[in-house]
Every structure is written in structure tokens, then in C-alpha cells.
């Protein structure tokens, strides 16, 4: 008769087990010693008990060669798949930073009064609490600005008031400058009055005037034609030659 079937099950009974263990050990070892001989084969066998010792058996001359080629073979293909840490690194932040931008423009577009279908009543309140909040945002930074600029034009309103008073003090000082005194006009009219030089008559023809006759002398003015009227005049009054100055006519 065969031997029965032994049924796969960890042995309780631990002097059984060690022996179990051991047969099968070499058995394996043996084995394994066939399979690289017989089909040129690189085998490689590592068994750890349970104690912890180590049994193995490896074909070539360098156990640490087969396990070269085994981690080549077995992760080399995934290493190659997979990408590197920074790759992933930087996958990542793309991946958080196109959820963000996502998130940014859907907000934008309801904030436009767009896409708001799919928001709910609380969330439609959030928005109108937050346009409110911003509206008020607005217009006290609008209603600033316009202080500051009119606060700014009140400046520029002061500097000019300033610079135009100062300019018509200028204007007022040079028209004092240039302007000549009462008392100098007069003085300069009398000296002009002083300096006007008296022309004599051009000599008049010899029949206009008459000779002085007699012991008497008399100023004829002018010619008289009848000579029935003779002018008196005090002797001191008259010039010898006959004639008389121009500015006594």
C-alpha cells in the first residue's frame, strides 16, 4: 500500500517539527543542487529557521550577484515606470494648485451673478453677505480718495493764493519804483521852464519902423502912413536903436 496523503498544517508537536524541518531542508538544498546542474541553471536558495539560523545555496559563486539580478529583473521595470520623488513632488503641487485655481474662478463667476444654479440657499446668503461686505469695502475706499483729493487740491489752492500774493507785492513794489514823485515833476517842469531860450523877430523891413526924430525920443510902433500920431513913452523905456525885444511885444 501507498503512503497516505499528510495534510498541510504546522506540526504542534516540536521535536516532530525540527525533524520534519530538517529532512525537507536537505531535500530542498538537494533539490535545488539537481535543477542548476542538470538544466545550467542559476539557482539561489535562502531558509531561514525558526530560531532565526540561515541555510542557503546559491549556484554561482556570489550569492550577492543572483540578488543583483533578481532586484534588477523584479523592480528595475517599476523604478523605470515610476516617476521620481521631485516628479511626484512637483505632480502634486500641480494637482493642489489646479484645485485652487478651480475653486478661485468658480467663485469669481458667482460673484459675477454666473453659475449660481447649483449653489444652495446658505450658500447663495454667504455670497450676499459677502457682496454687501464688499460694496461697503468700496465705497468708503472711494469715498477716501475723493477726501484726499479734495484735501490735496485745498493745498494746491493755498500754495497758489500764496505764490500769486507774492507776485503782486513784487508787481505793486516795481510800479512804486518806476513811479516819478509830484514834487520831481515839478521840479523838472521849472527846470525845463528855465531853459527856454528866446528867439529874436527876424528883422523886419526898413519901412516898418520910423526914425526917432527930434530932441524928444519917441517909440514908433508899427508904420503909420498919415504920421499925424506920435506914441509918448518914458525915455527909459525905450532902446536906443529903435527896436525892441521880442518878449516885451
Not at 541553471?41 to 543583483?68: D, H, Q, W
Not at 520623488?85 to 459675477?112: C, G, P, W
Request: hydrophobic letters at 35%; proline letters at 5%.
Amino acid at each position: 500500500m501507498g503512503r497516505g496523503r499528510v495534510e498541510l498544517k504546522r506540526i504542534e508537536n516540536k521535536i516532530n517539527r525540527q525533524v520534519t524541518f530538517a529532512k525537507r531542508r536537505n531535500g530542498l538544498l538537494k533539490k535545488a543542487y539537481e535543477l542548476s546542474v542538470l538544466c545550467d541553471a542559476e539557482v539561489a536558495l535562502i531558509i531561514f529557521s525558526n530560531r532565526g539560523k540561515l541555510y542557503e545555496f546559491c549556484s554561482s559563486p556570489s550569492i550577492m550577484k543572483t540578488l543583483e539580478r533578481y532586484h534588477q529583473c523584479s523592480f528595475g521595470a517599476l523604478e523605470a515606470n515610476w516617476p521620481p520623488i521631485e516628479t511626484q513632488s512637483t505632480y502634486q503641487e500641480y494637482l493642489r494648485l489646479k484645485t485652487a485655481v478651480d475653486l478661485l474662478q468658480r467663485s469669481q463667476r458667482n460673484l459675477l451673478g454666473e453659475d449660481l444654479d447649483p449653489l444652495s440657499t446658505k450658500e447663495l446668503e454667504q455670497l450676499e453677505h459677502q457682496l454687501e461686505t464688499s460694496l461697503k469695502h468700496v465705497r468708503s475706499t472711494k469715498t477716501q480718495c475723493m477726501v484726499d483729493q479734495l484735501s490735496d487740491l485745498q493745498k494746491r489752492e493755498q500754495v497758489l493764493l500764496e505764490l500769486n500774493k507774492g507776485l503782486r507785492k513784487k508787481l505793486d513794489e516795481s510800479n512804486i519804483a518806476h513811479q516819478v514823485p509830484p514834487h520831481r515833476l515839478a521840479w523838472e517842469a521849472a527846470s525845463a521852464g528855465q531853459n527856454i531860450t528866446y528867439n529874436r523877430y527876424p528883422v523886419q523891413s526898413e519901412g516898418f519902423f520910423q526914425p526917432l526924430s527930434g530932441g524928444n525920443p519917441i517909440l514908433q510902433i508899427g508904420y503909420n502912413p498919415m504920421g499925424s500920431e506920435e506914441a509918448h513913452i518914458p525915455v527909459h523905456a525905450q532902446n536906443v536903436t529903435g527896436f525892441i525885444p521880442g518878449w516885451m511885444l
